[in-house]
């Protein structure tokens, strides 16, 4: 089946830049909606910044200014760029996708997620 898996997490210094990277893989029709949610301890969930398939991207307030978000159709890649990482960055950070794979239904899947520190 469809799985996502994220890369590029660690750990960086206050101001620096980091790019995550999520591969979807398995039998995928159409990639609808990818995206960039993130969750630090005891926190909700929070959208980041998400990306339709002509390419028409949308940032939540956390993600405005400092994070770019791109994908790759090619490669069922979806990217995050940032830059001038904060603290208060510090969270897990999952991809999604909503895509048609075997069934032909549309479906939304997630990522393991991967982890971004941010600390001196």
């Known amino acids: 089946q469809v799985q996502l898996v994220e890369s590029g997490g660690g750990l960086v210094q206050p101001g620096g830049s980091l790019r995550l990277s999520c591969a979807a893989s398995?039998?995928?029709?159409?990639?609808?909606?990818m995206g960039w949610y993130r969750q630090a301890p005891g926190n909700e969930r929070e959208r980041v910044a998400t990306?339709?398939?002509?390419?028409?991207?949308n940032y939540a307030d956390v993600g405005k200014g400092r994070f770019t978000i791109s994908r790759d159709d090619a490669k069922n890649t979806v990217y995050l760029e940032m830059s001038n990482l904060k603290p208060e960055d510090t969270a897990v950070y999952y991809c999604?996708?909503?895509?048609?794979?075997?069934?032909?239904?549309?479906?939304?899947?997630w990522g393991q997620g991967t982890q971004v520190t941010v600390s001196s």
């Open positions: 999604t996708m909503t895509l048609r794979g075997q069934s032909y239904a549309l479906t939304r899947y």
């Open positions: 398995g039998s995928i029709f159409s990639i609808n909606v």
């Open positions: 990306i339709t398939s002509d390419r028409n991207t």
